[in-house]
Nanobody
């Protein structure tokens, strides 16, 4: 699979941002797509994931209430997964990644097998 993130950038304190993950490849119906982030010096942590049917979603504790994940399937080999983030804080500054896996939760990075290159989100205080 190929995954390409976009939508990162500089955002002011309390602002909102929507990230996009363009996923392409065969048999996308089989895969869960998740969003992770990694701040400098910290481990990669899962935020939210969405199943192939778009009805199943999972939010980690640090994402609940501020993040919404959604998925738009263009066809069987192309989909876009969005991560809408609200009320952004300086501690949300990180590189955000999307990844494909087979399990909605828990979001262990090792359980996701294909990754995008990441997009930087910086929250100005």
């Amino acid at each position: 699979l190929q995954l390409v993130e976009s939508g990162g950038g500089l955002v002011t304190l309390g602002g909102s941002l929507t990230l996009s993950c363009a996923v392409s490849g065969p048999n996308l119906d089989y895969y869960v797509i998740g969003w992770f982030r990694q701040a400098p010096g910290k481990e990669r942590e899962g935020l939210a994931s969405i199943g192939n049917d778009r009805a199943r979603t999972y939010y980690s504790d640090l994402a609940k209430g501020r993040v919404t994940i959604s998925r738009h399937d263009t066809d069987t080999e192309n989909t876009v997964v969005y991560l809408q983030m609200n009320n952004l804080q300086p501690e949300d500054t990180a590189v955000y990644y999307c990844a494909a896996g087979n399990t909605l939760a828990p979001m262990y990075p090792l359980w996701f097998h294909d990754w995008g290159q990441g997009t930087q989100v910086t929250v100005a205080s």
